[in-house]
């Protein structure tokens, strides 16, 4: 058998990274694909550069921004495969993915979800670092749910490869989430299977392109209202799966590591969340700031305390793409010396 597979990516201002994943994506050793890029509005050459790679494999359409989800939904409306491969715009995927995962679906059957390793990186791939958590594993739908939550973890989209059975099962995207649509989505997935099936030998390269992408937490109203709004599903999700001592303190746990995002800014989210965490008969308290800010507070404040806690970290991280990108360039550069002049020595 040779199931077709549709490689699903919605763009945004991609024009960066947008040819390398359509080339990632082109690259699977999985032979029978289909992929799919629908543009959501972009304002660059993001569909520019991706109608140059338009044939007969691979299709290109636009419409006006509507967010990632109901891009995602769009894709998915137009493609024909058995299996559905999720591709953000920016990140990459080993070329034996798919065919990896593919190969123990021939096996597992529709109702098995497939998930692999994945690894963060910035410009280049080869220095991404690939560390195991407690969801690379063979989990139950209950389970997985309960490590997620309970112990803050999270598998980044592209890892999962996803029948087409399980995507009608879970529905389509919700388009009222503009901040962890994935993790919600995902999650009705999960609940659709009967298991999880973790390919080791498949890999997801997850691209740290910035801070002003949608999927980062940034303290806007906006983007705190559709993460609440992701945590009250997650947390009505597992409880309908399992109702016990166990699922609520993983729920419980879940509501305190994200709580830090909303306190002390918006008082009324967490009200709300603190309402949730008493239905759930416990309570959760004012987050205590890292060891290395909590010196800070009798200067400035928590609130300017926990300001750093958040800044310092984005600093460091922008300060190391910038260094990488560099490097980077540097090394394209040198290739492209050694490519026009065989006897230059780096």
């Known amino acids: ?83 559905i491969q999720w591709l953000d715009a920016d990140d990459l995927m080993s070329p034996n993915k798919i065919a990896s995962q593919m190969n123990e679906a021939e096996t597992f059957g529709l109702d098995t979800l497939l998930s692999c390793g994945w690894a963060f990186f910035m410009y280049r791939p080869r220095r991404a670092r690939f560390l195991p958590t407690p969801l690379w594993e063979d989990l139950t739908p209950v389970e997985y749910l309960l490590r997620k939550m309970g112990q803050c973890f999270h598998m980044q989209p592209a890892t999962w490869l996803v029948s087409r059975k399980l995507s009608a099962a879970a529905g389509p995207w919700n388009t009222r989430l503009s901040l962890d649509d994935d993790g919600e989505y995902f999650c009705r997935v999960v609940m659709a299977s009967q298991r999880i099936r973790f390919v080791p030998q498949a890999k997801v390269f997850y691209r740290m392109s910035g801070y002003g992408s949608l999927s980062k937490v940034d303290g806007s109203q906006k983007k705190l209202e559709s993460l609440l709004l992701s945590m009250r599903l997650h947390v009505g999700y597992l409880l309908s799966l399992e109702d016990s001592p166990r699922v609520r303190s993983a729920c419980l746990s879940y509501l305190r590591g994200w709580l830090p995002y909303f306190y002390p800014a918006f008082p009324q989210m967490v009200a709300q969340i603190e309402d949730l965490a008493r239905s759930l008969g416990g309570q959760i308290s004012a987050p205590a700031l890292r060891w290395k800010y909590a010196w800070m507070e009798q200067f400035c404040g928590y609130d300017g305390a926990r300001r750093a806690q958040h800044l310092f970290p984005m600093i460091k991280t922008q300060l190391a793409r910038n260094w990488d990108k560099m490097l980077y360039h540097f090394e394209r550069c040198v290739k492209a010396k050694k490519d026009y002049d065989p006897t230059f020595a780096s």
């Open 1 to 83: 058998m040779n199931p077709l597979v549709s490689i699903l990516i919605p763009a945004y201002n991609a024009e960066e990274w947008i040819s390398d994943t359509i080339r990632s994506a082109l690259a699977q050793t999985w032979s029978n694909k289909e992929i799919i890029v629908v543009d959501d509005g972009s304002r660059d050459r993001t569909l520019e550069i991706a109608r140059s790679f338009a044939s007969s494999q691979v299709a290109v359409l636009t419409q006006p921004n509507q967010g990632a989800a109901a891009a995602r939904n769009k894709a998915y409306s137009l493609s024909h495969g058995e299996y």
